[in-house]
């Protein structure tokens, strides 16, 4: 067994959902989201292209159900004993006679909750529990915002993956120049991100890097190609360094030669932006709040933002480091807690360019909101 945390932490967690399932009127829950089930048991494995999941009752240890060849890994990696892992045959594996499904109706009974809106658990699987006389109901998010408080280990987890992601993005802004091929920088950032630091290695993130440059930045979720860099754009940087599955997001916008006035004043108005967003970041304040201290900023120099600019971070997998439950917008009236994570981003995404200057942060006890990486606030010019 090589879990990440101690058996006592992953039982206060089996409690924390139990109490949700109870409000919930539930019998038993299907997790099949990777991140929860990591959370919930420790699994740590690549095999979320097959159905898996984990089922909870509310009278014995949570049980691991899964391809049979992946039992093993539930063995080395969660708290449970060995008989809470079973796999489902390989004639189930990819094929329209059977669904795996099939094999984990055996295992529910009584009113179920299952989370229908995540990338793992798809209309087919549902389909076939339905069939299987499963008596479903939908339970996204449930474990999610069991999360959303992070305890002690967690947060010094994030605070070393916050290390790793200083050090990509130190590395990346450094190697950006005139005629490097883009791949050449993306590169090295992903030695630099598993190689980690110091004694703390790097897990895979679930998001690979983002670099968008001048144009192609008014987009923000483009990854890289093999052009060089250019003078007179600026390349938006977006990576986080993961520890233990763990996240710590950070975008900053590096510029080669002068940027234009027009960047410069948006520069300014999201520095001060944040800086107010991270005052409104306070315990018993909502996350609207911290929305509409960034558009105070941004709008007083008439830019106008309508996305969400933050969202929880914590642990998670591909293709998705964010936890899907509350964010930072206008109609968000969730009340910020002690150790609730998020990714403070107010990118802005412009008619033919872009500006990314993020910080991932922590709500505090008494105060404004944490940074977990230590940066300067700014672009970065490169003449």
């Known amino acids: 067994m090589q879990t990440a945390f101690g058996k006592s932490e992953y039982v206060d967690r089996l409690a924390r959902v139990r109490a949700a399932m109870g409000a919930a009127d539930l019998d038993c829950l299907l997790i099949t989201d990777p991140s929860n089930m990591c959370w919930l048991t420790g699994y740590d494995g690549w095999s ?16 691991w159900w899964g391809r049979m060849q992946d ?9 449970m004993a060995q008989d809470r892992a079973v796999g489902y045959a390989e004639h189930y594996i ?34 076939v529990l339905v069939q299987g006389g499963v008596d479903s109901v ?5 474990v999610n915002w069991c999360r959303a408080v992070k305890s002690e280990t967690e947060i010094a987890y994030m605070r070393k993956a916050a290390r790793i992601s200083e050090k990509v993005v130190d590395g990346m802004a450094e190697r950006i ?7 050449t920088v993306v590169a090295e950032a992903f030695r630099e991100a598993i190689a980690g630091v110091g004694d703390d290695w790097g897990d895979y993130p679930a998001i690979v890097p983002l670099v968008p440059s001048g144009a192609d930045a008014a987009a923000p979720h483009l990854t890289w190609d093999g052009r060089p860099f250019q003078r007179g754009e600026a390349t938006t940087i977006e990576i986080a360094g993961c520890y233990r599955r763990y996240h710590a997001p950070l975008c900053r916008s590096v510029f080669l030669g002068t940027p234009p006035d027009e960047m410069k004043r948006a520069e300014d108005a999201i520095i001060a932006g944040l800086e107010a967003g991270l005052n409104a970041a306070r315990a018993g304040n909502q996350a609207r709040d911290v929305a509409a201290a960034l558009n105070g900023a941004l709008n007083r120099i008439g830019i106008t933002r309508e996305a969400r600019c ?11 480091w964010g936890e899907r ?4 917008r206008a109609e968000d009236e969730t009340v910020l807690e002690p150790n609730m994570t998020f990714h403070f981003m107010p990118g802005l995404w412009m008619d033919g360019w872009g500006l990314a200057i993020t910080e991932s942060i922590r709500i ?4 404004a909101a944490e940074c977990l990486c230590d940066r300067p606030r700014g672009m970065i010019v490169k003449g």
């Not at 939908?138 to 449930?142: K, M, Q, R, V």
């Not at 120049?177 to 791949?183: Q, T």
């Not at 439950?325 to 930072?328: I, L, R």
Request: glycine share 8%.
């Open 310 to 320: 933050g969202y929880p971070i914590g642990l998670s997998y591909p293709p998705d």
């Open 138 to 142: 939908d339970a996204t998010g449930l």
């Open 364 to 367: 505090t006890e008494t105060g």
């Open 177 to 183: 120049a005139p005629d490097v091929p883009k791949n």
């Open 48 to 63: 979320f292209y097959v159905h898996q999941g984990v089922i909870v009752t509310h009278d014995a240890d949570p049980l």
């Open 325 to 328: 439950t509350m964010s930072f």
């Open 71 to 79: 039992v093993a890994g539930a063995h080395r990696t969660m708290w």
């Open 94 to 127: 990819q094929t329209p006679l059977r669904h795996p499904m099939e094999d984990c109706a055996r295992y529910l009974s009584g009113r179920c909750g299952v989370e229908m809106d995540n990338y793992y658990f798809s209309a087919k699987a549902h389909a």
